[in-house]
């Protein structure tokens, strides 16, 4: 005969213990439905309940509004101090800010010429024109002597890529950062010939090696207190003979491309620089040359 089947035991027998504290049941004991804690009361008023549920989710909201505003006002303290160090490194070096917004909007449109996606070029419209902040710590007696600089004082100012860097580093700001990648390598050269790495061909970050570019092609068309200004036709020459040797080609092949926009972006900086430290942030006016 099949063994008779085993009697299915009470719920109060089979529930386990899951009090705590003093009061906890030894392993095994049974504990009934009558010994534990009741839970909290809910409230039975629907409308009470609605109320309290739209008043966390305002709190909820009012938190996050705050959290936002800490950081815009963050991000705006950040951008004012980086364009106080874009002015004093142009002031520094005898030139001017228009040239390193210039330099910010053609970089930005050269990564838009190579197919680099719009935030990137934004990133670089706002980075590259920090590229000579470490001039800052390159002595006057250097920085604007006339005429050929002797072998020390070469030394001297083939530092200031590393002085820059270091004045932006450990950040975290990702626009810093980017910067960092650009003053640090932006005199580095195709054929490896460049400092302070001695880097080649694509171990030359791109933002650096498009901001090569630009900032030399800038720099001779425009005039300065100590030479005249080359043409653009003359300079566009200079690029095409230094494609391969100094500058990345497909960077030179893009600032080719990009030179009718030359004469809008001249117009939006000489306009721009004067009011360089009232400029809001995210001001992306390279997108309207």
């Known amino acids: 005969m099949p063994p008779a089947p085993?009697?299915?035991p009470s719920f109060q027998q089979f529930s386990p213990a899951i009090t705590l504290g003093e009061d906890t049941p030894?392993?095994?004991a049974a504990v009934s439905l009558a010994s534990l804690a009741p839970l909290p009361a809910i409230g039975t008023d629907?409308?009470?309940?609605?109320r309290q549920m739209f008043q966390m989710a305002q709190e909820l909201q009012d938190v996050a509004a705050e959290r936002d505003r800490a950081q815009a006002a963050a991000a705006d303290a950040q951008h004012r101090t980086l364009q106080r160090l874009i002015l004093l490194a142009a002031l520094k070096d005898g030139g001017s800010p228009a040239h390193c917004?210039?330099?910010?909007a053609l970089s930005a449109l050269v990564a838009q010429a190579m197919g680099l996606p719009q935030k990137r070029c934004d990133m670089l419209f706002e980075a590259a024109p920090l590229h000579d902040l470490g001039k800052l710590g390159i002595p006057d007696s250097i920085l604007l002597k006339p005429g050929r600089?002797?072998?020390e004082e070469w030394r001297i100012m083939r530092d200031h890529p590393l002085l820059g860097a270091r004045l932006l580093e450990g950040s975290g700001s990702p626009v810093q950062e980017l910067a960092v990648e650009i003053v640090l390598n932006?005199?580095?050269?195709?054929?490896?010939?460049g400092y302070p790495a001695g880097r080649f061909g694509t171990n030359t970050p791109l933002s650096a090696r498009i901001t090569a570019v630009?900032?030399?092609f800038d720099a001779v068309?425009?005039?300065?207190?100590?030479r005249a200004a080359l043409d653009d036709n003359e300079v566009f020459r200079l690029l095409e003979c230094a494609s391969g040797t100094q500058f990345d080609p497909a960077v030179v092949s893009a600032m080719f491309s990009i030179r009718p926009r030359l004469p809008h972006i001249r117009r939006l900086a000489a306009e721009r620089a004067p009011r360089l430290l009232d400029a809001p942030r995210q001001d992306y006016w390279w997108r309207q040359a």
Do not use: I, M, N
Request: charged share 25%; hydrophobic share 25%; net charge positive.
């Open 186 to 193: 932006h005199h580095e050269k195709w054929d490896g010939s």
């Open 149 to 151: 600089l002797s072998a």
């Open 6 to 8: 085993h009697p299915h």
């Open 46 to 50: 629907p409308r009470k309940t609605y």
């Open 26 to 28: 030894a392993p095994g």
């Open 101 to 104: 917004l210039r330099v910010g």
């Open 221 to 226: 068309t425009a005039p300065r207190s100590d």
């Open 214 to 216: 630009v900032d030399f």
